[in-house]
């Protein structure tokens, strides 16, 4: 399956053989496919933390993703939250 999606572009090599990495313009296709009344945030750089949502917005929020963040918010009000993923690659 990894072989078919490398050989169609859909990911790249990763740093290892057990793992991959994703080009940003599928990440987010795959983010609005899978948020449809699920909502998600995805974070992929410090200056991502400009555009964080209102609180509205988050707290209907269930999965949020820090990838290649050094620095996080101060809080994070999340009452629906579910799954919290960091990618600590770049600290």
Same mark, same amino acid.
């Given at each position: !399956?990894?072989?078919?999606?490398? /050989?169609? +572009?859909?990911?790249?090599?990763? &740093? %290892?053989? !057990?793992?991959? @990495?994703?080009?940003?313009?599928?990440?987010?296709? /795959? *983010?609005?496919?899978?948020?449809?009344?699920? #909502?998600?945030?995805?974070?992929?750089? $410090?200056?991502?933390?400009? @555009?964080? #949502?209102?609180?509205? %917005?988050?707290? $209907?929020? &269930?999965?949020?993703?820090? /990838?290649? !963040?050094? $620095?996080? #918010? @101060?809080?994070?009000? +999340? #009452? *629906?939250? %579910?799954?919290?993923? !960091? @990618? %600590?690659?770049?600290?």
């Amino acid at each position: !399956m990894v072989r078919h999606l490398k /050989a169609s +572009c859909l990911i790249l090599d990763g &740093n %290892t053989s !057990m793992q991959f @990495d994703i080009h940003d313009l599928i990440s987010d296709v /795959a *983010k609005s496919i899978t948020s449809k009344g699920n #909502p998600v945030f995805v974070l992929r750089h $410090e200056r991502d933390l400009n @555009d964080w #949502p209102d609180d509205e %917005t988050m707290k $209907e929020c &269930n999965k949020i993703v820090f /990838a290649g !963040m050094s $620095e996080l #918010p @101060d809080k994070l009000k +999340c #009452p *629906k939250l %579910t799954f919290l993923g !960091m @990618d %600590t690659k770049n600290l």
